[in-house]
Each structure stands twice: as structure tokens, then as C-alpha cells.
């Protein structure tokens, strides 16, 4: 959807926002709340809700609150003094009083706080058990036929990637067409983090336990990065189970088969808590995405220091520099699709190529872009969604 307001455009499916035609940085938070009270225009947003939204009905102290109203305010060419765009309501709230028009398929009319808002809880997380007994999150979003996004182990968490903007865009446009199932494997995120073994084929059935617990039979699966080898074996030792399989940034063969240079991440990472060490992290993403928004390589670097134990890291990072999935290929009967970045210098074309070459019938999309893979902000981004759902609704 896009709304238009004073001299300025909002998209929430790009997650930009644009004055006088030109694009305005805004952190996710700020875009969140410039979001929320243009949903609810002409009426009054209290505290509350703005916790309860932004928050998650956390608790906020009040010059938080003040902080980003006036980035708020600042993003959009507002100020408290004038308050033309946002209005403190004393006591109260605040409320958008700019003129508004909206584009999109929902323009007929946007829903008001209460209608969002029946409680805080945006996502409901499950629990399923693996062969070792330990606990798997999952969480499913959306209606329509099933869809597995599968990221890369010790790089996922359930709670942090619906609760940022920059993250969740992807899933936001899947939703719309499907149901749409995330799970953090064993040893990050919101599943147990004492992990037995970080063996993808360990991983693959613990993929089948999650579909179990979901009552899912079969479902198209989209991986990404390192997400492909647990999609690759579970569709070669599940064929019956799975209907389309999709792989972005994948590829064959790890860093270390590759070749004997040192994994750079790996490196970073056993670095450990150094004060430093969140900006060296944010650096080293732009290696996978060069073309940014930085603003995302902020928030993914967050996960990397904070979604799993600084070991289980180390010990996945191994496994992907060490990963063969030449034997597989010849396996995977469903259609695939690989879409992979031109220019991807973590994790070449080749790469991608070798994939699309191995597996019977599969489709190479290759996307004009550095990116390991399309973030909302980038020039390809469009493409790369109507790519996906093209696929996925044949």
C-alpha cells in the first residue's frame, strides 16, 4: 500500500518513505509509528497502543516515546512546534491529521488500532519435538495453500525477524497468498538451544517433526542461503512431501571445498563480545550485501550477536564451509526455481548454475544485484517477489 501525505510517500510493501521525491533513513521503529498513525488517520492513537504496537507491550520509558515521535515528525517534515502532520493529543495520544490518499488493493479503507490491536500478541509461537526431545519453534502466519520459509540455521528467530520491518517484508507479502510456516532450529532463536548435532539431515527431520505438529502434509519450500541444504534434503528424502521448492542464494559446495581460504564470518565471529565487535559485524554484512540498505545489515547483525550461543555459531559456520550437496541433485523430483544475484560475491553464480544443472528441470532466475539476496530498498526487489509468487501460483 502507499500513502500519500503533505509532500510525502509512504510504501509499506517497499518499506520506504519518500519527501520532496527523495528517500528519507528511517529506523524501523519510526517507520513503524509514521505507519501506525497513518493507518489510523483523523483519529487519536494513545500510548498504549503505540507500546502495544511498536513495543510489543514492553515497557517503554516516556522519552523513548518523545524520541520517536519527533524522528517521527523529523521524517516527515513536521515539528512540535508547528505539529502540521502529527498531533499531541494531551493526555491522550497522538493523532496524524495531514490529508491522506491511499493506494493499493486494502485503499478502501484502513484498519483503525482496535480493529489490529485485539491484544499484543502478533505471532503465536508453537512447539514441536525432535527425535532428541528437544523443543522447535514455529509459527505459521496467513491463508492459502502452505509455504516453508527456511532460513539458515543459528540466523533465524521467530520474535525478532516479525518485529522488524526490514526483515519481516518478505513475509509480509507472503502471507497474502499463503499460509506461511517459520521455525528456528534447534540451538537458536525461541527453539532449545542445547543442540546435539548441527547435521543438515538431522535438520531435515526435524523439518518433517514441525509439519507433523503443524498437521501439514506437504508444502512448497523456500529456502534461502545456507537454509538450501535442509530444504535439499528433505525434499530428496521426502519427495511426496514437497510440491515446489524454491532456492535463493544457494549453492553446491561450502567455502572450504571451495576453496582454502579462511571463512571471514567465522573469523568475526570467534572474535566474541569486544566492544567493537557489533560495528565489525555490521561491516562484514556488507560482504553479503553490498548494495544495503544498511538499515537492514543493522538489524541482521543484531541477529547474528544475539540469536544463538556464540558455540552453536561457530559450529553451523563450520558446517556450511564444509557442506557437499552434489549427491542430492539428482533426487529432487518437485519443480525448482533457483534465483540467485549476478554479482553475489559471497556465494558465486556458479554456484547457482552447478544447482540448476543438477536438478531435473530446474529454472535459473538470475537477479541484476550484489546482494547475497534482494532486501526491501533494493532496485531488484519487485522483480524478486513477483519471481517468487509467479512460481509458487503456477
Known sequence: MIYRFADCKLDTRRLTLERSGRAVRTEP???????????????????????????????????????????????VGDNGKDQKVIRTVARRGFEFIADVSVEGEDA?????????????????????RNRHGKA??????????????????????????????????????????????????????????????????????????????AGWEKTALMAVSGGAHTALRFAAKYPERVTRLILVGGYVTGRSLRSNAPDPMRTLLKAGGAPQSLSLTEAFMLLYWPEGPMEAL???????????????????????????????????????????????????LSEARALAAGIAGAELVILETANHWPLPGNAVWDRYLSTVLEFLGR
Not at 116 to 123: R, W
Not at 322 to 345: E, F, K, M, Q
Request: proline letters at 4%; aromatic letters at 6%; charged letters at 25%.
Open 136 to 213: 522447535i519453534a514455529f509459527a505459521t502466519v496467513g491463508a492459502g495453500s502452505p509455504l516453508v520459509h527456511v532460513g539458515p540455521a543459528m540466523m533465524t528467530d521467530l520474535e525478532v525477524m516479525w518485529r522488524e520491518p526490514t526483515i519481516r517484508a518478505l513475509f509480509e507479502v507472503l502471507r497474502q497468498h499463503h499460509e506461511l510456516l517459520r521455525h528456528d532450529h534447534v540451538g537458536s532463536g525461541q527453539s532449545d538451544w542445547e543442540a546435539d548435532s548441527f547435521d543438515f539431515w538431522d535438520h531435515a527431520e526435524d523439518l518433517g517433526k514441525v509439519l507433523d505438529a
Open 298 to 348: 543493522r538489524e541482521r547483525a543484531r541477529m547474528v550477536r544475539s540469536v544463538a550461543p556464540e558455540e552453536n555459531t561457530l559450529r553451523i559456520r563450520d558446517a556450511f564451509d564444509n557442506v557437499s550437496n552434489a549427491g542430492l541433485l539428482g533426487d529432487i523430483r518437485c519443480p525448482t526455481r533457483i534465483i540467485h544475484g549476478r554479482h553475489d560475491g559471497v556465494h558465486p
Open 29 to 75: 521503529k519510526v517507520f513503524d509509528l509514521i505507519h501506525l498513525l497513518l493507518r489510523n488517520a483523523g483519529n487519536v492513537v494513545s500510548k498504549e497502543s503505540l507500546i502495544c504496537e511498536i513495543w510489543d507491550g514492553r515497557i517503554i520509558a516516556e522519552s523513548a516515546i518523545s524520541a520517536r515521535i519527533a524522528n517521527a515528525r523529523k521524517a
Open 108 to 128: 478502501s479503507g484502513a484498519r483503525t488500532v482496535s480493529d489490529q490491536l485485539p491484544g499484543c500478541e502478533t505471532l503465536k509461537i508453537r512447539y514441536a
